[in-house]
Antibody, heavy 119, light 110 residues
Framework: EVQLVESGGGLVQPGGSLRLSCAASGFTFSSYWMSWVRQAPGKGLEWVANIKQDGSEKYYVDSVKGRFTISRDNAKNSLYLQMNSLRAEDTAVYYC????????????WGQGTLVTVSS | QSALTQPASVSGSPGQSITISCTGTSSDVGGYNYVSWYQQHPGKAPKLMIYEVSNRPSGVSNRFSGSKSGNTASLTISGLQAEDEADYYCSSYTSSSTSRFGTGTKVTVL
């Protein structure tokens, strides 16, 4: 059974940093692209970032470029999101999702971890 | 990178059919058959319902179907049931190798 379990969320002050983790199990992690998708309270889904199987390609939504870094450790079956220079508008539930690159869809999702940016 | 356009809400009575539209551009919805749809119940993670415009994953009811014409994709739910009440989001691959979600549609079963 595919499982994705996020952790690392919490309350952080504006300008601060946080590192999210996603532990994957039940599939060959190194064979899949992975993604982060977020959802602000009461709002819709917003794609954040993608990373290729070997980490050689990464894509970001414009609003987080230069502030967020997606990475992975295939030996640990783990996905990460390093978030720096956090802003109030980054407040959201962050979901880890498995991405099937062709024909491009998110087939499994974690339960999400809440990040709150507030003073 | 604005969101794809969906109606804010759609409603129907049990047994009826409803259709949710998802409008983008030639750089996303219109340019690729890489449109997917997700169902989200309150407080839960999204669930894949349709991929590659019209394909259903194993385990998803055949009451859910998808289509596309030009820059607009559509999700149809036939034989509407109480458990279909949820938020629905479309998503598309884009020419920038990124992803774009729709604004979301709240489906209400009357």
């Amino acid at each position: 059974e595919v499982q994705l379990v996020e952790s690392g969320g919490g309350l952080v002050q504006p300008g601060g940093s946080l590192r999210l983790s996603c532990a994957a199990s039940g599939f060959t992690f190194s064979s899949y692209w992975m993604s982060w998708v977020r959802q602000a309270p009461g709002k819709g889904l917003e794609w954040v970032a993608n990373i290729k199987q070997d980490g050689s390609e990464k894509y970001y939504v414009d609003s987080v470029k230069g502030r967020f870094t997606i990475s992975r450790d295939n030996a640990k079956n783990s996905l990460y999101l390093q978030m720096n220079s956090l802003r109030a508008e980054d407040t959201a539930v962050y979901y880890c999702a498995r991405l099937v690159w062709e024909p491009y869809y998110f087939d499994y999702w974690g339960q999400g971890t809440l990040v709150t940016v507030s003073s | 990178q604005s969101a794809l356009t969906q109606p804010a809400s759609v409603s129907g009575s049990p047994g009826q059919s409803i259709t949710i539209s998802c409008t983008g551009t030639s750089s996303d919805v219109g340019g690729y058959n890489y449109v997917s749809w997700y169902q989200q119940h309150p407080g839960k993670a999204p669930k894949l319902m349709i991929y590659e415009v019209s394909n259903r994953p194993s385990g998803v009811s055949n009451r859910f179907s998808g289509s596309k014409s030009g820059n607009t994709a559509s999700l149809t739910i036939s034989g509407l049931q109480a458990e279909d009440e949820a938020d629905y989001y479309c998503s598309s691959y884009t020419s920038s190798s990124t992803s774009r979600f729709g604004t979301g549609t709240k489906v209400t079963v009357l």
